[in-house]
Structure formats: C-alpha cells, structure tokens
C-alpha cells in the first residue's frame, strides 16, 4: 500500500498537511496490522513464556484511526495493549514499517538496547515502563512478496497520554505560561533523579542487554538516532573514549554517505564542506576531547511527547527510549529538543530553557542549570547528517565552537559563494570533495565570472568580522536576523561597525603566518594558481 502523496505543494495549508500526514499514518498502521495478523498467536505465546502461569490476549484494532486517536504510536513504533487474565497490563511495541531499510540484525541491537534501558531505570525506581524480550521471538518472517520481518518487545503499560501541547501560541516554549513552567519544574525533579544514578563506565556508547548480566549494565556500541550509522555491518561505532571521538566517527560516516548520494541530495557541495568545517572544529574541541569518567543516559529524541501525563498535569511517566545512550554529564543535562526546537535563533536561551535553568537552581543542584545554559555546543551537534539550511548557520556554529577555532581559521561569517571558494581552498586535499565538486559540476572559473563584483568589498568585511568582540558579533547576528526575517537582500553586504575595542572574538595568538583578521585571497583563480591547485577548481 503506498504511502506517499504528492497532493501537498508549498502553498499547502497547515489543516492539508495534517490530513496528509494522518493518511500516511492509517496506510502505514493498515499495513502494520496485515503483517501482525498472521503471527498474532506465536506473539501471545512469547508474552506467556514471559509471564509464565499467566494467560493473555492482544488486542489489535478493528480500525487503524481508533489506534491513532488514542495516541498508541509515534514515528517508528506502535503498540498494542496486550492483557493478562489477572489483569495486569502490557504493550506490544512493534515497528511500524518492517518492509523498511533497516536489516533485521541491526534491528535486533536496537531493541535490546532500549530493553536494557528500560530495565535498568524500572530497578532504579524510575517512572518508566519495564520491558521484556523474548530472545528467540524477537522476528517473526511474514510471508510476503517482499519477506519482511516483524520485529517487537513488550513494555509496561502507564498511564497517562504524550504531551502533545507544545505550540507556538500563549502557554508554550517562547512565553511559558502556568502549564509549561508546572511541567518543566516536575521535568527537572526527574532529571535530578536520573543525575543520582550514573553509568560507572568511561565509555560513552548504548547499554547493552544481557540475561545473564541484567544488574551489570554495561556500554556498547553507539546506537545513533537516524542516519549516523553504516549500511553494511558492523552498523555502529563504539564505545568512544571521547565525546570528540564520537563526533569525529559520526561526521566521517556522514562524509561517506553525502558522497555516496544517501542524504543531503539538493546540495552535496555545501552538504560535504559544511562536514569538512565542522570536523575541524570538533577536532580541536577541548571540552569534547575531555574523557569520560562517568556517564548518564541520555534521551535520543526528547520532543516533549515522550513525556506522559495524567488528567492532572503531572508526568506519571517517561517513554520511547529507543538509542538513548550514555554520555558525558554536559551532554546529558543540556536542554532537551522540547524546550527549544521552535525557537528562531538556536543559539538563544529560549524562555522555557531558563525556567529549567532556575528549577535546577532552586533544587540545589546550580551544575545542572550550567549544563543547560552551556548546552549549545551539544544541539548543534545533534545536526549532523543535515544540511545547514538556516541562512545564519554559519554565524552560529562559529559562535558555539568559538573556543575551538584555529588561528588560521577565517572563513565568510554567512555561507554563500565566498565560504564556498574558503572551504574548498582549505579542504582541496580532501579526495571526497574531489568527487563531490566533480559530481556537481563545480566550475571555479564560472562561479568567479559571476560573483567576481564586490569580492573585493566582502573580503574586506570578513576581516572586520573576525576582529569583533564576542558581545559584537552576538549583536551583529541579531541585526542579521532581524534583517533576514524583513527584507530579501543579501546580508553580505551588511555595513559592519568596527568601532569597538574590547577583547576579539578568537584570540590571536599563534605560530602560524596569519595574523589575527587575515583571511585568505577570495579569488579562486589567483588562490589555486598559486598553491598550483587549478585544476581542483577549474574544469
């Protein structure tokens, strides 16, 4: 059953997007079902095995909308209430698309580690659901022209709903009203609890699942959400010593996979030296290359519907850990996804940030509201695998890594055609970017011809830049913005102030040729003749 529409064009409204989305839902769970049907019974014989002395029955929908309605999935899974004769009350959590990309055995890694989680907070006292897996059943093969496998675990069944209300309207992330500072205050008591009970490991990877070991949890391979992992096996990397390790193998593989034409397809070119930049950066990172003495678990995909809630407000639970991970205690207590996804400017403390900042604060614990202030670092990470699709990216990244940047380092502060002619410069010995430029059709002697006006100026404007202070160029970001969001023109040509003479934006000091301000020729004819490098841009 296909699950694609092409109904939807930009002009689309927010009502046809969602009755869209909710038709993809119903072929997706439509389909979920079919392939349920058929093993309905060996999966009822794995719950007994499970609960040994006890009868159950799953229940599946006679109709995929009364699922949907009553908020039983999320992007990858669905569950299925699974009841026993005394009661008692469990959920079949089952991917939603077994005919998907992702091999079965890698599959397997993915659900054992989420059961290993579950497990180990459930004996910590928690307020997450515990989890079972049956070893031999975790596939079943359905019969299918295409043969796909059903892969699943059971999970305790809480009550409560997914906080599903954060909007961009009166009680919400931009203006917390009495609901979301409530939930953001119970958020932090929660949080603390995780704080007292650390990982005693110096790895940072996922927690793996073993019988014979459940009291003994220990770290594995890196399970990443998305597309940060390998398409042959071993799939995943890990355990790293660092999270600068981490990031370094997360970027590599990203790197291979925009070469390969697996993501970022409508701009590979800015895609692969976007990666090259940020690899730098990470790589002279001292708060990343920092080892890990003790680690916490971490939630992969914090969008604020993983937290359940009663008819009262308050959290009665904490689900869908599907690749939460261990690492470093920075990482783990930045602020979740919930609490800034909407914000416009992503280097900005939004409101609800600073009311978890000062919950924190007011419980004693002032290390934790630091991790939340100071946590940029780690949500511009979480983009790896992503093009830099906001106009001020550059700005921004430049902004959090500002402690990492070498002194040779001075790039255009806006990505266009001067970054790009950087970047290539900088990176031309890449041989993936060799194949990318050559793949795209790059032309230097073209692109020059047609950006050749004004480079002089811009040049100009980017040695100014990279002589601001840090309070200068946090406002010069926000005049950008605000200039961005009114008009169409470039910001290239934004009229810098320079009349300030507090400290720079990046020290200086250095034992290379370059002096703090200098950037390289923006010319890419005159910059590659003379590092005999012409033919890397030309042709």
Known sequence: MPTHDCSLTPESTGQEILAVTRKIERARLANLLLWISPVQSAIIASAKALRTGHDCELRLPKEPESTLEADMGGGVNY?????????????????????????????EQ?????????????????????????????????????????SYFFCEYLNGKPNLDLCYVNDSI??????TRNLIEQFAAFQIELHGLPIHTTQIGSLTYSPAHQNEPAVGPLIALGCLHHIDTPYILGPFNTNQDRYLGQ??????????????????????????????LVAGSVELAQPISRGYIT???AKGDHILVDENDKISGVIDWECAYVTTEEEAFAAPRWLFALQEDEMEITAAEEILAKSYEKLGRPNLACHVRNGKLYQ?????GMEPDDPLAQIEILQVFRH????????????????????????????????????????????????????????EKVKE????????????????????????SSVESYDLDNSFDDEPLVDGGSDTDVEPGEVPEMNPLKTYQAQGQVSVVIN
């Open 251 to 280: 970027i590599d593989i990203a790197l291979q996979h925009i070469i390969n034409g697996y993501i970022c397809m409508s701009d590979p070119l800015d895609a692969y030296l976007w990666h090259l930049q940020l690899r730098e």
């Open 299 to 301: 939630h992969a995909d």
């Open 79 to 107: 569950h299925f209430p699974v009841i026993f004769d005394d009661g008692d009350k469990w959920l079949l959590r089952a991917r939603q698309m077994p005919e998907g990309p992702v091999p079965p055995d890698y599959q």
């Open 465 to 488: 830049f990279w002589d601001m202070t840090f309070e200068r160029f946090v406002e010069l970001k926000q005049q950008l913005r605000r200039e961005f969001g009114d008009t169409e």
């Open 380 to 384: 511009r990470l979480a983009e790896i």
């Open 174 to 179: 931009h203006s917390p009203g009495t609901r």
């Open 110 to 150: 993915i659900i054992k580690s989420e059961v290993a989680t579950l497990q180990h907070f459930h004996r910590k006292g928690l307020p997450v659901p515990n989890a079972w897996v049956d070893d031999g059943q975790i596939f079943h093969p359905i019969e299918s022209g295409h043969s796909p496998h059903l």
């Open 404 to 459: 990492a940047i070498p002194p040779d380092f001075r790039p255009p502060y806006l990505i266009g055609y001067d970054w790009r002619v950087y970047s290539i410069n900088r990176y031309r010995g890449d041989v993936g970017l060799q194949q990318i430029m050559i793949k795209v059709g790059w032309d230097g002697t073209k692109e020059y011809h047609k950006n050749k006006e004004g480079l002089f100026e811009r040049d």
